[in-house]
Structure formats: structure tokens, C-alpha cells
């Protein structure tokens, strides 16, 4: 939770130039509690799972959380039961008239199509382009990462000659980044994904700050401050198992893939995988809810006015 102290300290322009949650007497009395509404478009075919992660990781803090699930409106999922998407999903067209303090789009397992081959693409347009009327800030995760950058910005996305695949070092390039509070210098995330976005590319959008990056895999967390966006485009929200479930599946199916990399202790499948990100994935999402939090407006139809 933030420290409300007077703006004319000294100890104020401090702290928050070090990334310190602070917060003015006259900003706090204004902020009368009420839950956080919260989005979940889900566009990964397995929903419940997806559903777990996210759950699990905005649900940490201290606030209270109305979490929301929503569909595209076009798109009928495969791998979820009907039941369980009628009784708990609303699709897009039936809530695009409300408000939400925040959203979150989901990765989605066809990296290898073309945007506008997608079938939903047009109502995803839509989407990315309600949430700037309707929504305080939006979180794309991998694929829905890069689609929202795409989007708003141009940047592209590259195929990779072979699958980034396993836990790799990412580098803390914005230490006072208030989403990168309690941050470590330098740390592993879980990374599957057959494209990359090229940092030359990000630097060349001048509205666009990375925040993490990878000497290996590249950019990993980009700030859009004037789009209020977060793109990532690898994995914190992993169990401590997806990235076993996914090389099984593989080797089951015998599609040809490596060991993901310094996954397993030893490189050795045999042996079960030990979770080193878990601890900053609840720093980058409780970091991302307290701004949500410390911005939006109480009445919530006051967003995006």
C-alpha cells in the first residue's frame, strides 16, 4: 500500500523518484474504497488453467478484485467446456458498454499467422481500441502483447528460426519504474514463443520504454504511457509445471523440440522443475493493480473522460 505524505516534504519528490509508493493527503482522501474491476479477455484455449494464473496473481493484494472473464464475441473455443464458457464468460459485445479499471488480453497459440489472418482480428481492433474509452489500463500478455503494439504502434513481429523455449535471464532496465518496485537486478522467466519484436523497432516508436529486456530472447515488459498499456511477452503467470505440460505434449505427439532451457534441475526431464520467477510475478501484477489503484476514479463511469 502507498505512504501518504505531504507534496511539500522534501522526503515526497525522494521517494517517488526511487520508485517508492507515495501518495499526496489530498490524492488519499479521494479515494474512497470500492472493488477493482478487472477483465480477463482469454484467448488461450485452455481457459481454466489461464484462468488460475491470473486469478492467483491479481488476487494477491491487498484490494479487492470484481474479476471479469470475457470472450471474443466471434470465436467459439475447442478445448473448454460449452458449460463452463456459458456460465462464467460474457462476450465482448455484451460488455463493451461497461467500464473497467483494468484489463488483461491474454497470449494465444497462433504466432504463426499473420494478424489479420486471425479470425477475430477485426474484433480485437475493436477491443484494443474500446480500451481507450473504457478501461484505465490494459495489460497484453505474449501474443496479446504484441498484438496491442502492433496495433497502436506498427511494430512488427519476426519469426524465430527455432522455438525460444524454457526460463531465461532478463535484466531490470528501469529500476524506478513503479511497476518494477522490489525488483531484482537481474532474473529468470518462463519464455515459449515462436516470434520475437526487435528492440530497434520498440526504440523507433518514441511513446514506447522497455522495462525488461534479455541479452537471449530480447525485450520482454514494454511501458505505452500514452495508450495507459502494458505489453509482455513472456510468461510470469506460469505454474511451476506449464512449460513441462507443453514439452510432454511435445514429445508425446513427437513433434520435434528441445529441452526447455535451465528449466529442470541438471537439464534432466526426469526431474521436476523448480519455480525461480513466482516471487516476481506477484511484484509485476500487485505493482501493476496498486497503479490501477492509485489512478483510476472512483466512479468508474468517469474512465476514459
Not at 489461464?50 to 494477491?60: H, S, V, W, Y
Request: hydrophobic content about 35%; charged content about 20%; proline content about 7%.
Amino acid at each position: 500500500m502507498p505512504i501518504t505524505l505531504p507534496e511539500t516534504l522534501p522526503a515526497f519528490d525522494v521517494l517517488r523518484s526511487e520508485g517508492v509508493m507515495v501518495i499526496s493527503p489530498t490524492r488519499a482522501a479521494h479515494q474512497d474504497i470500492r472493488p477493482l474491476r478487472i477483465g480477463l479477455l482469454n484467448l488461450m484455449p485452455k481457459k481454466i488453467q489461464t484462468e488460475n494464473q491470473f486469478a492467483r496473481l491479481i488476487g494477491a493484494t491487498p484490494l479487492q478484485i470484481d474479476l471479469q472473464l470475457i470472450r471474443m464475441t466471434s470465436h467459439e473455443t475447442k478445448n473448454t467446456a460449452a458449460e463452463h464458457m456459458a456460465t462464467f464468460y460474457r462476450p465482448f459485445q455484451d460488455v463493451k458498454g461497461e467500464k473497467f479499471d483494468g484489463l488483461i488480453i491474454t497470449g494465444a497459440p497462433i504466432e504463426h499467422l499473420a494478424f489479420e489472418d486471425v479470425t477475430y482480428w477485426d474484433e480485437l481492433c475493436e477491443v484494443m481500441d474500446w480500451t481507450q474509452t473504457h478501461v484505465q489500463s490494459t495489460f497484453g500478455v505474449c501474443w496479446g502483447g504484441m498484438a496491442m503494439i502492433n496495433h497502436f504502434h506498427g511494430v512488427k513481429k519476426h519469426m524465430l528460426p527455432a522455438k525460444a523455449f524454457g526460463c531465461f535471464r532478463h535484466q531490470n532496465l528501469a529500476p524506478t519504474s513503479p511497476y518494477l518496485r522490489g525488483f531484482s537486478d537481474d532474473f529468470v522467466i518462463p519464455v515459449s514463443r515462436w516470434t520475437e519484436m526487435k528492440q530497434a523497432e520498440i526504440d523507433s516508436a518514441p511513446a514506447l520504454k522497455t522495462l525488461l529486456g534479455s541479452d537471449e530472447v530480447g525485450p520482454c515488459l514494454v511501458e505505452d504511457a500514452a495508450h495507459r498499456a502494458l505489453y509482455i511477452f513472456n510468461h510470469f503467470e506460469y505454474d511451476s509445471d506449464t512449460l513441462k505440460q507443453e514439452y510432454d505434449r511435445d514429445v508425446a505427439n513427437g513433434t520435434p523440440i528441445n529441452v526447455p532451457t535451465n528449466y529442470y534441475p541438471d537439464d534432466n526431464p526426469a526431474k521436476p522443475p523448480l519455480n525461480r520467477w513466482r516471487s516476481h510475478a506477484h511484484l509485476l501484477y500487485g505493482n501493476w493493480i496498486n497503479e490501477i489503484y492509485q489512478s483510476t476514479p472512483y466512479d468508474i463511469n468517469e474512465i476514459g473522460r
